[in-house]
């Protein structure tokens, strides 16, 4: 039986296509990526999914209720930890869990011993009477997933839950995800331009651009389906040096992107060598090289001809921290 099921489901805004007929499936259980650069469609996906907003058009259930039919249901049913954090500043940890849980009806009894359970999960407990505006990034974040859970959704819809933060609290949080997948069984689907954090935690990863999914499959998958080793180079003379190396035989793929040119082939070690020589003969200056396991990020070079855009992505979060400091 599947959590979730979407079918063809699209949104325009005003003629501009975000969410192209998208379709998939997940398996109770699973924990699932949207990963994808800016501007994807993996929030609009997911605020459509959450009955925030109305399909343009499409179908989709979650938890066996249509997200259009059953709106109410569908609420019920799931958790949300969305990327603007909604916090209320001026209360405690405990009162923000207590009102989140008043809220959702959750009786008296039950409610407190699920706040004392989850805060212990987040290791928040010992912070629980401390003022929210008091707490760090990470701290926050790891209130909104309890929070999330308190109702004991069935599926916890993440949007970037690690946006911003720094790579300890990140690593921390990712052990959280993974403990209450493992632990309650919930169902996860998050979104993330973050490669390595869709690598680690995903049993399967939709990868998203310009609102269509261009590939689906577990990362171990997506990174096999394009095989061998893969060099990265840059150069000063990259537009050269790519007009090279992509009529050699050896060479499956090559793109020029940014500041590199990045090569998959097999057997990589025995080609560094020509490479240099090949360079050096056609006066192209080589700044660096290096050779690596595909991952996914050449997964989504493979299929676009672009990377994700990282440095985006770094001034995205950079926005996103300068919001933060500027509402507490
Ligand atoms: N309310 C809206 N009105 C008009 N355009 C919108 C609206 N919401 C999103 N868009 C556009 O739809 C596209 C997809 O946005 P969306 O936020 O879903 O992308 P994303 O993959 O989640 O990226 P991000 O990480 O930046 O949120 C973007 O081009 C965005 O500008």
Request: hydrophobic share 35%; aromatic share 6%.
């Amino acid at each position: 039986m599947y959590a979730i099921e979407v079918e063809k489901l699209t949104k325009k805004f005003h003629g501009f296509v975000a969410v192209d007929s998208i379709s998939f499936s997940i398996e109770r259980g699973e924990i699932f990526g949207l990963l994808g650069p800016n501007g994807a469609g993996k929030t609009t996906t997911m605020s459509m999914l959450s009955t925030m907003l109305k399909p343009t058009s499409g179908r989709a259930s979650v938890n066996d209720f249509d997200i259009l039919k059953s709106e109410d249901d569908v609420r019920r049913s799931i958790g949300i930890v969305f990327q603007d954090q909604s916090l209320d500043e001026e209360l405690t940890a405990h009162e923000n869990m207590d009102f989140h849980g008043r809220l959702y009806r959750v009786p008296k009894d039950l409610r407190q011993k699920k706040i004392t359970e989850l805060l212990e999960l987040v290791e928040l407990e010992d912070k629980k009477d401390n003022l929210v505006k008091t707490f760090s990034g990470g701290m926050r974040r790891r209130l909104e997933i309890a929070r999330g859970l308190l109702h004991e959704p069935e599926v916890l819809f993440l949007d970037e839950p690690t946006l911003g933060l720094d790579p300890q609290t990140r690593n921390r949080l990712w052990q959280y995800i993974e403990e209450l997948n493992k632990e309650k069984g919930i169902t996860l689907i998050l979104t993330t331009h973050y490669m390595e954090e869709a690598d680690r935690l995903c049993d399967r990863v939709a990868i998203i651009d310009k609102g269509k999914i261009i590939a689906m499959e577990t990362p171990e998958n997506l990174k096999k389906s394009i095989g061998g080793d893969v060099i990265t180079i840059s150069s000063p003379e990259n537009d050269d040096l790519h007009a090279m190396i992509r009529l050699q035989p050896w060479v499956n793929h090559a793109d020029l992107h940014n500041s590199s040119v990045t090569i998959n082939l097999k057997n990589a070690e025995q080609h560094i060598a020509e490479i240099v020589t090949l360079s050096s003969a056609n006066k192209i200056t080589i700044n660096n090289i290096s050779i690596h396991k595909p991952t996914l990020e050449d997964v989504f070079l493979h299929y676009t001809g672009r990377t994700i855009r990282e440095e985006e992505a770094k001034t995205k979060d950079r926005m996103r921290m300068m919001r933060r400091m500027r509402t507490r």
